[in-house]
């Protein structure tokens, strides 16, 4: 991993159904090596008002991701949170 890795999610609120897309930054927790090298880990937190109409509704997001094979894209394998979901 080169410096912050980032990746932009998309969130549904729970009150007013509303989408957000949501940039998310990551922190690379762990790393395995497998067949192709490095299975990289990263976790990440985002926590925002939803600007919906009338609704306020606070979103906070957790989500777990990973990058395999290095330099691949980053996939979110859990995320978990109040307010809202990853949709
Ligand atoms: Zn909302």
Known sequence: MKGTEYMKVCVICDKCGKKHSVEIDLDQVDSYERGMGPEIFYEGEAEFICDGC?????I?????ASEYPEGDEIRVYNSFGSGGQIC
């Open 60 to 64: 906070n997001v957790q989500i777990q």
């Open 54 to 58: 009338n609704c306020g509704n606070k």
